[in-house]
C-alpha cells in the first residue's frame, strides 16, 4: 500500500517471540512530492526509496528493583551469627549437663 504525504502514527500490536511489546506509539511522517507529467509510470517526483520508508526506534530499558545485595547481605550475617550462637550455646549446656550428670553418678 503507497501511503500519500503526511504524519502517521505505528503502534506495536504483537511482539516477536521472547521480546515485550513496544507500548509507546510512533509518529512518523512522510513526505512524497508529486510532479504534473508521469515520469516512469508515477506522478512521484521525490520521495521514500520504492514507496518506503523505516523507523528508527531507541531502545529503552526497563528499570527493575534490585534484588538481593546489601539489604540480603545484612540479613544473611545476622542469620549465620545468631545460628553459630546457637550452636556454641547448645554445647555449653550439653557439656554443663554432661559434667552434671557424671557428678551426681559419683
Known amino acids: 500500500m503507497l501511503l ?3 504524519k502517521y502514527f505505528i503502534k506495536e500490536t504483537k511482539a516477536p517471540t521472547g521480546f515485550n511489546r ?5 509518529p512518523v511522517e512522510i ?6 507529467t508521469p515520469n516512469n509510470g508515477t506522478y512521484i517526483v521525490s520521495g521514500p ?3 518506503l520508508t523505516s523507523v528508527d526506534v531507541k531502545d529503552s530499558k526497563t528499570v527493575l528493583p534490585q534484588t538481593g545485595g546489601q539489604g540480603n ?3 544473611y550475617s545476622i542469620a549465620i551469627t ?5 550452636g556454641v550455646i547448645f554445647f ?5 549437663k554432661k559434667k552434671h550428670t557424671a557428678d551426681k553418678a559419683a
Do not use: F, N, P, R
Not at 22 to 26: A, F, K, P, R
Not at 31 to 36: H, L, Q, R
Open 4 to 6: 500519500e504525504s503526511g
Open 22 to 26: 513496544y507500548t509507546d506509539v510512533i
Open 31 to 36: 513526505k512524497v512530492t508529486y510532479g504534473d
Open 49 to 51: 526509496s520504492l514507496g
Open 73 to 75: 547481605l545484612i540479613i
Open 82 to 86: 545468631l545460628a553459630v550462637a546457637g
Open 92 to 96: 555449653i549446656v550439653a557439656k554443663k
